[in-house]
């Protein structure tokens, strides 16, 4: 069984369009959790941060965490087609050493 | 300040020949992640340094790779010889502090196409 489950998509909204992304996981001891966006032929850059349970917004962006139900979700309201990438879900324990990511979800805003 | 610098970008070699990446973390930072990313699937923790010290080579698959970083500063991975199932995505990451992972910046990756 995988660590971390993300369905790779892909997903097409149009603009505008509220996107849901969402991460399932297995392992309790992880505390820390993460959104990252990776464009073509880039690495994975840091979008949304998130300790324990909890909501944490930024801007069009909302992080959730759900460790009762193991289950992690990003919101993208008033989506922008330079929102099109891939956006991977993390996670990691109090050690922090080791990530453990979701395959990606692919994400395109159409005009 | 600069960022996470790997190269090269993308490199083709033949199956049992030998290739080294290199990754040059952001200055400062201790701490120096490798991970891969094979095709089709999730990205992949390979290994973790503290300055020149090994952490954690628990992802390291096999003894056909071999990672260093001396003085602390860039880190090289090499493989050899190089087999088909090595071709995949290598990024690199560094961070100052590993608590939590908050920090870590990644490189572009260096992609490995092994034929």
């Known amino acids: 069984q995988k660590e971390v489950e993300q369905d790779p998509g892909p997903l097409s909204v149009p603009e505008g369009a509220i996107v849901s992304l969402n991460c399932t996981y297995s392992n309790s001891a992880f505390q820390y959790f993460m959104w990252y966006r990776q464009y073509s032929r880039k690495g994975p850059e840091l979008l949304m941060y998130t300790y324990s349970s909890g909501n944490k917004e930024d801007g069009r962006f909302t992080a959730q965490v759900d460790k009762s139900s193991k289950y992690i979700s990003l919101f993208i309201r008033d989506s922008q087609p330079s929102d099109s990438a891939t956006y991977l879900c993390a996670m990691t324990s109090n050690t922090g050493n080791q990530f453990y990511f979701g395959t990606g979800t692919s994400l395109t805003v159409i005009p | 300040e600069a960022g996470v610098t790997q190269f090269p970008s993308h490199s083709v070699i033949e199956k049992g020949q030998t290739v080294t990446l290199r990754c040059d973390p952001i200055s400062g930072h201790d701490n120096l992640y490798w991970y891969r990313r094979v095709m089709g699937k999730e990205i992949k923790f390979l290994l973790h340094?503290?300055?020149?010290?090994?952490?954690?080579e628990s992802g390291m698959p096999n003894n056909r790779f071999l990672a260093e970083r001396t003085g602390g500063t860039y880190s090289t991975l090499k493989v050899q010889p190089a087999e088909l199932e090595d071709s995949g995505v290598y990024f690199c990451?560094?961070?100052?502090?590993?608590?939590?992972?908050?920090?870590?910046?990644f490189g572009s990756g260096t992609r490995l196409t092994v034929v």
């Open positions: 340094f503290v300055k020149e010290s090994k952490q954690d």
């Open positions: 990451a560094s961070s100052q502090d590993r608590t939590g992972g908050y920090g870590y910046t």
